[in-house]
């Protein structure tokens, strides 16, 4: 197969973490004989840095041209949250551009990583879950503004929005355990009693064999640390699911370990990113975690490009850097010697090898 990857290391640890998952995509090729073009694009801060504009119009060419897009993260103290111009916006704005309406972020706890989540092991077992976030409307996207001593964020969602994600998440409910929990504040929101209708609807109309419940977001939340493997597949708008999705990550003992796929319509270009942001405080030393980056590879491999054995060679290499050990200081044991960001990708390199050579 030939693929155009966009590559967008953007900010902060962004650059370390996106090189790892370049190594890692590049070997991929090499073993599975495919050529992958990995083409290189600012976006965020640097961008802001280079030209001014968080989305030059040839990083939005070139992610649309391409087959998929890699980004590393966005942001940072240099450029400020109330700055006219901000990181941020790029990414909000490449997500808009590139219409992925579905995020896609799974939490499976390794057994190796399971001693640095605070949670105990008994609730950590068996835990698999699956949050889709609706990426490209609501809160985030409405009209805004601000006047003295009084500002606005206004919240819409229309039916079709809200169908459209609900059958992604359902049709993976069917690929899983084929339980669904639609995340809402019905007892609130008005957006969020158009929700709740809409999700039953289109799932007793379209997806017979999947059980659905609708939880609020608040008990939710409490949930997902008491019982985290009570859930199969969570789908919730765009601020509530920005939420939760951090929290999954006590449930992977690191943000860093998080990785994520944005999904349009079928055909169109995914892109993928790990959940963490750019961590300036550690930018540059060489210790960002690059797992979620790489698992974001497995991703684009599986949503992407439908190279499902690669895609699951990935995450077997994962597993088995993980078992022998390749940990990065957040994820470590106090007393284990850390490895750094490139020794993480030295581990998933040998073992992707290793697990071509023994198929
Ligand atoms: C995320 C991030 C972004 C979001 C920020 C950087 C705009 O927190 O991907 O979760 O809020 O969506
Ligand atoms: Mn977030």
């Avoid at 991929?28 to 119009?57: K, M």
């Amino acid at each position: 197969m030939r693929a155009l990857i966009a590559l967008l290391p953007g900010d902060g640890i962004g650059p370390e973490v996106t090189a790892q998952a370049a190594r890692v995509l590049t070997a991929v090729g090499e073993l599975y004989g495919h050529s992958f073009a990995l083409r290189e694009a600012p976006v965020g801060g640097i961008a802001i840095d280079q030209t001014g504009d968080p989305l030059p119009a040839e990083t939005v060419a070139l992610c649309q041209a391409a087959d998929a897009v890699l980004l590393g993260a966005v942001g940072g103290p240099r450029w400020g949250p109330s700055a006219l111009v901000r990181p941020e916006q790029g990414l909000l704005g490449l997500r808009r551009a590139l219409a992925v309406f579905a995020n896609l972020r799974p939490a499976v706890p390794h057994p190796r990583v399971a001693a640095a989540s605070p949670l105990k092991p008994a609730v950590l077992r068996g835990v698999d879950v699956l949050i889709v976030r609706e990426l490209t409307g609501g809160i985030y996207f409405g009209e805004k503004r601000r006047e003295a001593g009084w500002a606005e964020d206004l919240c819409t969602y229309t039916e079709e929005e809200i169908a459209r994600v609900v059958r992604v998440a359902a049709r993976l409910a069917q690929s899983r355990r084929g339980r669904l929990t639609s995340v809402d504040k019905a007892n609130v929101l008005e957006t969020s009693r158009l929700w709740r209708e809409v999700t039953t609807r289109v799932v007793r109309e379209e997806f017979r064999g999947i059980e659905l419940e609708h939880q609020l977001v608040d008990s939710c939340a409490l949930r997902l640390v008491q019982q985290p493997a009570a859930f199969d597949v969570i789908v919730t708008e765009n601020l509530f699911g920005d939420i939760l999705t951090d929290l999954t990550a006590v449930l992977g003992g690191s943000i860093g370990m998080l990785p994520s796929a944005s999904l349009g319509e079928e055909g169109g270009p995914g892109l993928y990113e790990p959940v963490h942001g750019s961590a300036p405080d550690i930018a540059g030393t060489g210790v960002a975690n690059p797992y979620g980056a790489i698992g974001s590879v497995a991703l684009l491999l599986r949503h992407s490009l439908h190279l499902e054995v690669e895609a699951t060679a990935v995450e077997a290499a994962i597993a088995a850097a993980l078992e022998s050990g390749a940990l990065t200081v957040d994820v470590a044991d106090p007393d284990d010697r850390a490895c750094s960001t490139g020794e993480i990708g030295d581990a998933v390199v040998a073992a992707l090898s290793l697990h071509k050579e023994t198929r």
